[in-house]
């Protein structure tokens, strides 16, 4: 590790790289500038069904190639993370690529299709779940498993972690020494349910709130295994759904409240992917177990 590299050797994971206006492709982007070898999910179908459009995705990898430093590597997938058994083998692809994994974060989402409370049916709640929530989690247990045994050693579909055949669930393992550093960062990623409402969408608002609710809880237990857990509020960041040619709802009142604001700007994908490189570094390693707001201030508005 270097001072102007300092994830050199280090491998990550980064889902939802479908765009090259999205957060996940601008973190997959910092992360490769800061030396790491990446591994990036994607999944066109998605985007390609929002206003915003999707991307081409040769054109986003070769653009990630570009910031790839001597000795990392890039690897893809393509994997719809609705499917129970799409996150194990995810992880296992990625860790393929060099090894081992270092980084997971956690960016994908399931977005449109939702509506206001007299509108929920169980179908869109689930569909919801599955992407935003259910994924998420079990991404962070297969991860969590991989981490917790030699890099080198098969990881079955069925994998208990560490800790797994504790009499109690989570109950702690008394006999660990502690780290000299962490073994692990995860990321995940929620939205701005907390900050105030967000009418016409509710199942995906209850989808992300349930991360962020269960943060410290997962947090800890990870900790246990020498796995740091952040979770990162990017409040309103323009992935093209803010632009009016990428968006099917009338921009007028939000653009007023925008000119208001301090900066005068929403959030730009390479904010909280300036935030993620960081707390992935050294530098950030004693930050554990927060959800993290990085809104430029917008919240106070």
């Known amino acids: 590790m270097t001072h102007s590299l ?10 939802g790289v479908s765009r090259r206006k999205g957060i996940g492709f601008a973190t997959a982007t910092r992360l490769l500038e800061l030396g790491a070898s990446v ?8 985007d390609t069904a929002q206003p915003w459009g999707g991307d081409d995705i040769e054109a986003v990898l070769a653009a990630l190639e570009s910031s790839r430093t001597e000795g990392a590597r890039l690897g893809s997938a393509h994997a719809d993370l609705r499917a129970a058994d799409a996150p194990a083998a995810l992880v296992r692809d990625a860790a393929s690529l060099t090894g081992g994994l270092d980084i997971l974060v956690c960016n994908h989402a399931k977005s449109g299709d939702d509506g206001a409370i007299l509108d929920m049916t169980a179908e869109r709640l ?22 917790a045994v030699p890099n080198d050693a098969a990881v079955p579909d069925d994998a208990a972690a560490p800790g797994a055949s504790a009499s109690r669930p989570g109950e702690r ?6 780290f000299a550093a962490p073994v692990g960062r995860v990321f995940w990623m929620t939205s701005g349910q907390g900050d105030g409402p967000m009418r016409g969408e509710v199942a995906y608002a209850a989808s992300k709130a349930a991360l962020s609710g269960i943060t410290a ?3 800890a237990e990870l900790l246990d295994l020498g796995i740091i857990l952040n979770t990162i509020n990017p409040g ?3 992935t093209g ?3 009016p040619e990428g968006t099917d709802r009338d921009l007028t009142e939000i653009d007023e409240w925008r000119r208001r604001t301090p900066f005068g700007r929403f959030g730009e994908p390479a904010d909280p992917a ?21 809104d430029g201030g917008l919240s106070l508005y």
Do not use: C
């Open 126 to 147: 689930s569909a919801m779940w599955e992407t935003n929530t259910r994924a998420t989690i079990l991404l962070t247990r297969a991860f969590a498993a991989l981490v």
């Open 6 to 15: 300092p994830l050199a050797g280090q491998t990550a994971l980064v889902t």
């Open 217 to 219: 809880t997962v947090a």
């Open 39 to 46: 591994f990036v999910q994607h999944f066109s179908p998605h």
């Open 241 to 243: 759904y803010l632009d």
């Open 173 to 178: 393992a008394s006999d660990r020494e502690p």
């Open 274 to 294: 300036r935030l993620i490189g960081w707390l992935a570094t050294d530098d950030g390693a004693w930050v554990v177990g927060q959800v993290i707001k990085s």
């Open 236 to 238: 309103p960041v323009n």
